[in-house]
């Protein structure tokens, strides 16, 4: 399913080279391996085209302008190269129709508009198997890198926050911050690329960035009064930035450690005397339509964008008598035209997201829609960003009062009867009530 929704958003949108759905910039996608993979380029396919190996999106740009060619899950394959260049040489030996599924777009349309994509994914046994298999082998590389860590007495390194020196293990180090500042990354045996880690916290720390919050400070006293008060002595688990530093993330083939971990707890006996009352969920923030000001509280953000923008979402939603899935539409129009710096009152396109929210308060066109047509499309219902809470605070119009019937817009399909007797012969429970007498 996730395949064919990343080919209808690029049938849809392929102008603006849209490759993936969009994230908003709270957990950067980290690296598909270690440290020292990812060096050899990337090479086409069907063709001579290579390019460098930080530029993926390039290639896969390449991939499906010139040959229509999509691959399902990038992500998620562990030596992106060593893929390419398997099926480079497989399709030099048979076609592409031997080993893709071809999905023709507008397929109710004049032949003459009809173009065929042609889909590469893990359906396929042979690639299925490829894909495993480099798992595989990237897996042996991590741990094999991993007891390389652990027997390495020639670590060196300063405590981030009182610069003791450690040397000897890295062990050491972990557990003096976890021990001693209350700041664990996990058990040292479960972390792979440490010193590459380790900088990468040290990084944020120098660019007076808190490590949980991800906030940025004027001074390092206050950066350290906020983590000391607000209990941010850890890292944010949800900034995928730190997914390869941790083994766990290389066990299964297109599974996090999140995933993982609740595959074993299922496995847990349920204790009906657990204390739960200390329970605290993750906030989930909601993004501004037009800036990146996040709130944890829903009304905040709806007044941010009606005082600091002039924007009014109830009352669009009442005037305009809104449905919750047109909701959804407008959101994730204004969301992608905003994306693409693209005025969606006018429809006019500027060369950055600075110059369109400039053009769009000037002219006047913050609460000025373009006609209902242009956003209330079937593209619309995607989400132009993934985790777009801002989508799960919508209601309908109507919702709100609880007393209106709206039972007229439900479809009812009624129940065929015309031979109840036959239906009544023919159910299933008859002949499972058969099968059992029999046994017996």
């Not at 399902?72 to 394959?77: E, G, N, R, T, W």
């Not at 399709?91 to 031997?98: A, G, N, R, S, V």
């Not at 847990?268 to 944890?296: G, K, M, T």
């Amino acid at each position: 399913f996730s395949s064919c929704f990343l080919l209808y958003r690029l049938y849809l949108w392929e102008q603006d080279s849209i490759l993936e759905p969009l994230c908003f910039p709270e957990s950067p996608a980290g690296g598909g391996g270690g440290g020292a993979a990812g060096a050899e380029p990337l090479l086409c396919l069907l063709c001579a085209e290579s390019v460098g190996p930080r530029d993926r999106d390039v290639l896969l740009r390449h991939v499906l302008l010139q040959h229509r060619l999509v691959i399902a899950d990038v992500k998620l394959i562990a030596d992106l190269p060593k893929y390419l260049l398997y099926w480079k040489g497989r399709f030099l030996e048979q076609p592409l129709t031997d080993f893709c599924s071809v999905i023709k777009t507008n397929s109710t349309g004049p032949v003459e508009k009809q173009e065929e994509y042609f889909l590469l994914c893990d359906i396929l046994p042979e690639d299925r198997l490829l894909r495993e298999k480099l798992q595989q082998k990237r897996l042996e590389e991590i741990l094999e890198q991993q007891q390389k860590e652990r027997d390495d007495s020639s670590f060196q390194r300063l405590c981030m926050f009182c610069s003791e020196e450690f040397t000897g293990n890295r062990s050491s180090l972990l557990n003096h911050m976890a021990r001693e500042h209350s700041f664990s990354i996990g058990l040292p045996d479960n972390i792979v690329y440490c010193n590459e880690f380790l900088d990468a916290l040290q990084s944020k720390l120098d660019n007076l960035q808190c490590l949980y919050c991800e906030k940025t400070f004027r001074d390092k006293t206050t950066l350290k009064d906020h983590m000391r008060k607000k209990a941010h002595r850890r890292i944010n688990a949800g900034n995928r930035e730190y997914d390869r530093f941790y083994v766990i993330n290389y066990l299964e083939l297109g599974k996090t450690w999140e995933e993982v971990q609740s595959e074993d707890d299922r496995d847990l006996v349920d204790d009906e005397d657990d204390d739960w009352s200390d329970w605290r969920a993750h906030p989930v923030c909601a993004v501004c339509l037009f800036c990146d000001q996040q709130s944890e509280t829903m009304d905040k953000i709806y007044t941010h964008m009606q005082e600091a923008h002039g924007f009014d979402l109830h009352r669009l939603r009442t005037d305009l008598n809104l449905k919750f899935y047109q909701q959804v539409k407008l959101v994730n129009f204004i969301r992608r035209e905003i994306h693409q710096s693209r005025c969606y009152g006018c429809q006019e396109r500027f060369g950055c997201r600075a110059e369109v929210l400039e053009h769009i308060v000037a002219a006047g066109h913050v609460m000025k829609l373009p006609e209902t047509s242009a956003w209330d499309q079937p593209q619309y219902y995607f989400p132009t960003y993934e985790n777009d809470a801002l989508l799960c605070t919508l209601t309908d119009s109507d919702g709100e009062s609880g007393g209106t019937d709206r039972s007229e817009d439900v479809p009812v399909i009624a129940e065929d009867i015309s031979n109840l007797h036959t239906l009544k012969q023919t159910s299933v429970l008859k002949q499972l009530l058969r099968n059992r007498s029999s046994c017996s």
